[in-house]
């Protein structure tokens, strides 16, 4: 268990799993960049390396799992960059249409071409090549190259990162303080040392007296998720963080967050 919390024990648990289960070869490993949903986790720097290693050594493919990480969101166009391995597959969607439902795989010919995905019908679907969602998908790559959306995302996601790091500094309560681009995760914890989380009924409360300073973020969960648009501003940016400040400076004078359940 080299690396508690960030996925891989589960992916040499599952392996081992799958192997005896079927006896047969493992086929695929899958792994997102950067945990999103799980709290906009971001592993150690040689995660990634050791997962690709893993997947060579039990001879199956890698397949990052992109839907969140993917166009721009982390301040590269996709989470992998960041990480310096190649997978051999990634799955894509969500930012890519811009609200368009679509989804797609992205692979090299050979196992584009490689048997039962190259059978027809194998990897057909009903909606597939939907003529509405390509050009949502053409435009929205167009619109983040046109207006260097990455790269706004690098800027603006470093600064938001500085300024929640402040926070961090101020409340004792926020336990963590991670990101990667506008992808961003802060920890809410009842303890520092033992990083117990915050009670939930606490974030709801910061949930909702940031909706009513006319502030969306996933706060409701004691692993707050900050994924804004990518076009969003510094200007934005900095406004935001002040109402998260001003609604977590009501918490610590008003409510006893370390006892609540
Ligand atoms: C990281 C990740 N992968 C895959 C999916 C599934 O995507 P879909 O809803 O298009 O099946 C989700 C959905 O939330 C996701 O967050």
Redesign the pocket.
Known sequence: MKYPGCGLFCVEFGAKQLKNASSGSLAAVIV?PFQ??AGNVIPPDDFMPAVRELANRLGAVLIA?E??TGFGRTGKMWGVEHTGVEPDIM?V?KGMGSGFPI?GLLMGEDLCHAEPFAKPSASSSSYGGNPLAAVAVAETIRTIQSENLVENSRKVGALLLQRLLELQEKYEFIGDVRGRGLLIGVELVRDRLTKEPLASKVSELIFTECLKRGLLAMAYFPRIRINPPLVITEAQAEAGAQILDEVLAYVRDNVDWRAAS
């Open positions: 997102e999103g949903t799992d839907m969140i799955t969607g989804s």
